[in-house]
């Protein structure tokens, strides 16, 4: 390993950034090495720029990609190399938005229903019922469970704890799991190879985000339901049934973990009674055709 990508993994481990963040800015750096053929050490301002027009025009990589690229080269040439040139402040990503999908609640309970293996399908109704992330799911341990004040802890992303309300059957569905694997740890231990093809290989370990996400697509292809959902549409739907119900959005920005309202604002455009509001003067515009 090179003394600069030392340095570099010392410096994000110094600013709190997670085993996983590190590895992905560590891969997005040695990309772009290969691309010149030298360290980043020598590179100039001007390489910089080349390289990121190379990655927007020329390579035209999603937005997230690039946002991952820029934001490792703008720790490693700020903070690492100290060298903050001021090209960086150019460098962005174009903006894109998004509308995500969302799952109606009888698509959800079709979709988890179809869920054949036990773990993997309380795992999953656990993400809808407390509208966690994927990660924040498989990393759930035993301890983090309070069933006298009915709240799960859940560890959440840039190391953010947060408590949500535990439902009373999803606790009921967690107890009823454990009796049948009795992890001291996890809530979701990985299932022995043994035991389903496919499964994750080590049961001292929790479920992999991986192995979720394959019973998901599963589950999805089985239940019919026609939407390009994935794992995270459990958290979407969950944000956007909650809107429905009534519930405040400063309200579901705490459950959910966003660390501004703007996130969460995005959940305001997706809900029915939204989309019923606009129904009738839209059928009388057409009508009158």
Same mark, same amino acid.
């Given at each position: 390993m090179s003394l600069l990508r030392t340095r570099f993994i010392q410096d994000l481990q110094l600013h709190g950034y997670s085993p996983k963040t590190q590895k992905v800015y560590v891969s997005a750096i040695c990309v772009m090495a290969q691309h010149y053929g030298k360290s980043p050490a020598q590179f100039s301002e001007d390489d910089l720029r080349r390289y990121f027009l190379h990655l927007t025009l020329q390579r035209k990589v999603a937005r997230g990609t690039a946002t991952i690229a820029l934001s490792a080269i703008k720790f490693l040439f700020q903070n690492t190399l100290q060298r903050p040139w001021p090209s960086l402040k150019l460098l962005r990503p174009p903006k894109a938005k998004k509308v995500p999908v969302v799952l109606s609640r009888d698509e959800v309970q079709r979709i988890l229903s179809s869920v054949r293996v036990p773990l993997y399908r309380v795992c999953l109704s656990t993400l809808y019922a407390c509208g966690l992330r994927l990660s924040e799911g498989c990393n759930l341990k035993v301890s983090d469970v309070d069933g006298a004040r009915m709240t799960l802890r859940v560890h959440g992303k840039g190391g953010k704890d947060r408590y949500v309300p535990l439902p009373q059957k999803t606790l009921d569905q967690l107890r009823e799991l454990w009796r049948t694997h009795r992890s001291? =740890?996890?809530?979701?231990?990985?299932?022995?190879?043994?035991?389903?093809?496919?499964? =994750?290989?080590?049961?001292?370990?929790?479920?992999?985000?991986?192995?979720?996400?394959?019973?998901? =697509?599963?589950?999805?292809?089985?239940?019919? +339901?026609?939407?390009?959902?994935?794992?995270?549409?459990?958290?979407?739907?969950?944000?956007?049934?909650?809107?429905?119900?009534?519930?405040?959005?400063? +309200?579901?920005?705490?459950?959910?973990?966003?660390?501004?309202?703007?996130?969460?604002?995005?959940?305001?455009?997706?809900?029915?009674? +939204?989309?019923?509001?606009?129904?009738?003067?839209?059928? =009388?515009?057409?009508?009158?055709?």
């Open positions: 001291p =740890d996890w809530l979701f231990p990985a299932l022995p190879r043994q035991g389903v093809q496919g499964t =994750d290989p080590e049961p001292g370990r929790p479920v992999l985000g991986a192995t979720l996400e394959a019973a998901f =697509d599963r589950a999805l292809t089985a239940s019919l +339901v026609r939407k390009n959902a994935h794992v995270h549409t459990l958290r979407h739907s969950y944000a956007t049934h909650l809107l429905e119900a009534g519930v405040n959005l400063r +309200v579901i920005q705490e459950l959910l973990g966003h660390s501004t309202p703007t996130t969460t604002a995005i959940y305001t455009h997706l809900t029915e009674p +939204v989309c019923a509001a606009v129904q009738q003067p839209i059928n =009388d515009l057409v009508n009158a055709l």
